[in-house]
T-cell receptor
Framework: NAGVTQTPKFQVLKTGQSMTLQCAQD?????MYWYRQDPGMGLRLIYY???????DKGEVPNGYNVSRLNKREFSLRLESAAPSQTSVYFC??????????????FGAGSRLTVL | QKEVEQDPGPLSVPEGAIVSLNCTYS??????FMWYRQYSRKGPELLMY????GNKEDGRFTAQVDKSSKYISLFIRDSQPSDSATYLC???????????FGAGTTVTVRA
């Protein structure tokens, strides 16, 4: 059982370049998320998709776009990369049904450096 | 002011010691309190969670929530070198998709 798979694992971009981070989950989860992790800042939510066909902004959405391609896949796009977007990006998914705890399963992360 | 505050440490303890980690928060709507463990260059994984106030024990790990003080804790008994990781607290209101995370505390258990 692969869980949450992210690609690529590492990427170096020049300022102004674009790229897409891919994420897929095989747990039949309804909700998917993109976080960024920076030293001393913890995990900050960029965008999330509560269910297939919906997306919503999180805490730090500026400079990013997302696509929920189907129930399994949720991509994050940087249209014009900036050095401030250098970070480790995590995709996560959860069942998110009912009123119980929203337990997230995370991918291994994608390390992005923008020069 | 951040919604969730967590001392980043680092914390270094000898093997067998009790590790004590904590977070404070400001949002009184939070009902679910979680602890994630993150090994170096890996994604976070859920350690345990509690609902509302009280204690929860799972093996060597104990989570405590004091909603009146807006303070949560994680205790690791008989710590092992394999417990060396960053521990992140996270919390959410009921029926909320969004979790608020602390910055994480890095723990090293020395053999």
């Amino acid at each position: 059982n692969a869980g949450v798979t992210q690609t690529p694992k590492f990427q170096v971009l020049k300022t102004g370049q674009s790229m897409t981070l891919q994420c897929a989950q095989d747990m039949n989860h309804n909700s998917m998320y993109w976080y960024r992790q920076d030293p001393g800042m913890g995990l900050r939510l960029i965008y999330y998709s509560a269910s297939e066909g919906t997306t919503d902004k999180g805490e730090v959405p500026n400079g990013y776009n997302v696509s929920r391609l189907n129930k399994r896949e949720f991509s994050l796009r940087l249209e014009s990369a900036a050095p401030s977007q250098t970070s480790v990006y995590f995709c996560a998914s959860s069942e998110a049904e009912g009123s119980g705890a929203n337990v997230l399963t995370f991918g291994a992360g994608s390390r992005l450096t923008v020069l | 002011q951040k919604e969730v505050e967590q001392d980043p440490g680092p914390l270094s303890v000898p093997e067998g010691a009790i590790v004590s980690l904590n977070c404070t928060y400001s949002n009184s709507a939070f009902q679910y309190f979680m602890w994630y463990r993150q090994y170096s260059r890996k994604g976070p994984e859920l350690l345990m969670y509690t609902y509302s106030s009280g204690n929860k024990e799972d093996g060597r790990f104990t989570a405590q929530v004091d909603k009146s003080s807006k303070y949560i804790s994680l205790f690791i008994r008989d710590s092992q070198p394999s417990d060396s990781a960053t521990y992140l607290c996270a919390m959410s209101a009921a029926n909320d998709y969004k979790l608020s995370f602390g910055a994480g505390t890095t723990v090293t258990v020395r053999a």
